[in-house]
Nanobody
């Protein structure tokens, strides 16, 4: 079992930045697929960014490419999402997820609100 706890959400003006963190416990994340997803009101949960379990190569949704950066710190057992140039459409609950071949574990989420 992997327990995930997100932090770092909040209210920010458009154009601002936030850094989300996800602390994992129970198992090491060093060999796991890690990712961030988000869900806006009335919409389905969508993939935002992921980092490979094999070579730490990142992958991003087109909507966040060039603005968001995902990274992992194996020593601290954390994964982070640096979000720059935030837009009102980035407003959502952001979820951290982990897995081996697929995303199997989920955090409770952290709210990000971007005001215009």
């Amino acid at each position: 079992q992997v327990q995930l706890v997100e932090s770092g959400g909040g209210l920010v003006q458009a154009g601002g930045s936030l850094r989300l963190s996800c602390a994992a416990s129970g198992r090491t994340i060093s060999s796991r697929l890690m990712g961030w997803f988000r869900q806006a009101p009335g919409k389905e949960r969508e993939f935002v960014a992921g980092i490979s379990r094999s070579d730490d190569s990142p992958r991003y949704a087109d909507s966040v490419k060039g603005r968001f950066t995902i990274s992992r710190d194996n020593a601290k057992n954390t994964v982070s999402l640096q979000m720059n140039s935030l837009k009102p459409e980035d407003t959502a609950v952001y979820y951290c997820s982990a897995g081996l071949g697929a995303y199997s574990y989920w955090g409770q989420g952290t709210q990000v609100t971007v005001s215009s």
